[in-house]
């Protein structure tokens, strides 16, 4: 399984991270995306490092979404909605609601994990997916 990083597809681009219109493309496109939630005033939105994309929660339940919820208060929001999420900053490993174990980039490993951001030639063949800024690499988008 792939799963795009923030949208992206050809590398970080600032007019894809985490917009949803170009994020419901690539769900129809039966496309896995991790997405950067937040959670502000009551409402859910997506954005890295700030709320930018206001969302309505019924966005987040899509199958091929995989949540990351980006601070506590998003973290509390996002467990009442039925939705695969997680949360993490730096630590090197997390267990998704789904039950995977995301790995932090450049972080050993681990059979059936999901490798996030693999590093060139980085030998993934243990693993149940990768997160890519790059999915055109490994799918036709």
Not at 24 to 41: A, F, G, P, Q, T
Request: proline residues 4%; charged residues 25%; negative net charge.
């Amino acid at each position: 399984m792939y799963i795009s990083h923030r949208g992206y597809i050809n590398g970080p681009d600032d007019n894809l991270e985490n917009n949803p219109d170009h994020i419901s493309k690539l769900l129809e496109k039966n496309i896995h995306v991790e997405i950067d939630v937040r959670y502000h005033m009551g409402n859910f939105y997506l954005g890295h490092d700030e709320p930018k994309f206001k969302i309505n929660k019924q966005f987040l339940t899509h199958h091929n979404l995989w949540c990351h919820a980006k601070d506590h208060m998003s973290l509390e929001a996002i467990k009442n909605v039925n939705c695969h999420y997680f949360w993490h900053q730096e630590d090197d490993y997390t267990i998704t609601s789904e039950g995977y174990i995301w790995v932090y980039p450049g972080k050993p490993l681990i059979q059936n994990s999901i490798c996030v951001l693999p590093k060139k030639d980085q030998d993934f063949s243990m693993c149940s997916g990768v997160c890519t800024d790059n999915i055109s690499k490994f799918i036709k988008v």
